[in-house]
């Protein structure tokens, strides 16, 4: 026997020793990520079919990372509560830049790293005659 029981902020309880459904905290994560999931696979296809892709292991990598990119946006946009119109726009811009976009960010990220001064210091260990 289940018990759906509720946390204080609405979630599902996860309390030892009751018997809960797992899967009641999935619904609506999924029904958080089905519009960046859906907006990242369309946003893969029509990239790749504008640039051309070779095989079927292209076509998965690159819609994981545009899935990737594209919830990221998703949940950082819903922290500056712009309308639903907007949000989509700025995450399928998003998607369709996904690997291109993370590729920049890398980048800049190892080139700033590569190119940063490091001091080095040095600590000298004087041995005195006792």
């Given amino acids: 026997m289940q018990t759906s029981q509720q946390s204080e902020d609405g979630g599902p309880s996860w309390r030892p020793g ?26 893969t296809f029509t990239r790749l079919c504008r ?25 950082g946009l819903d922290y500056l509560e712009l309308s639903p119109t907007v949000d989509a ?21 190892r080139t700033t790293v590569e190119h940063a001064p490091i001091h080095k210091h040095h600590h000298h260990i004087e041995e ?3």
Avoid at 99 to 107: A, E, K, M, N, W
Wanted: charged residues 10%; proline residues 4%; contains cysteine.
């Fill in 18 to 43: 009751r018997m809960t459904n797992p899967m009641e905290g999935f619904a609506p994560l999924m029904q958080g990520i089905a519009v960046p999931l859906v907006l990242g696979i369309a946003a």
């Fill in 51 to 75: 640039l051309g892709w070779h095989s079927w292991k292209q076509f998965a990598s690159s819609c994981i990372v545009s899935c990737f990119v594209s919830i990221l946006a998703f949940w």
């Fill in 89 to 109: 726009a700025i995450i399928g811009v998003s998607a369709y830049m996904g690997g291109s976009l993370l590729d920049i960010i890398v980048f800049k990220i």
């Fill in 128 to 130: 005195t005659e006792g």
